[in-house]
């Protein structure tokens, strides 16, 4: 998605309503979410009703579509060469996201701390 677009999707607002960051979060989080959403091929909207489906469904975090996109994400951050930080600083972004969903927020937690 365009940056712009992403600005303007509901999902995206309503997420930064609820955090209420301030310009450079919101710059920060803009990219870490345009960077995941073109990974995954999806809009925000799509992906959080995604996850709030195979909640619903009672689909266990280990087993959710979401655990798979974020290693995806972080093994295609470090594949690319991003430093460290860099990783972190989007797998944040990602966190803070999906945080959204409280079912998922252990799963996120989980991906980030784990070591190859």
Do not use: C
């Not at 979060?25 to 990974?39: G, M, P």
């Amino acid at each position: 998605m365009k940056m712009r677009e992403l600005r303007e999707d509901s999902t995206i607002v309503e997420w930064f309503d609820t955090i209420n960051p301030i310009d450079n979060t919101i710059r920060s989080y803009l990219n870490t979410v345009q960077a995941y959403t073109d990974f995954v091929k999806m809009k925000p909207e799509k992906l959080i009703n995604e996850a709030e489906s195979e909640i619903s469904d009672g689909i266990l975090p280990r087993k959710r579509k979401m655990k798979r996109y974020l290693i995806d994400f972080r093994k295609y951050l470090q594949e690319n060469d991003l430093a460290d930080k860099s990783v972190q600083g989007y797998m944040g972004g990602g966190r803070s996201k999906h945080a959204m969903n409280y079912a998922a927020k252990k799963n996120i937690n989980d991906i980030y701390h784990y070591k190859n």
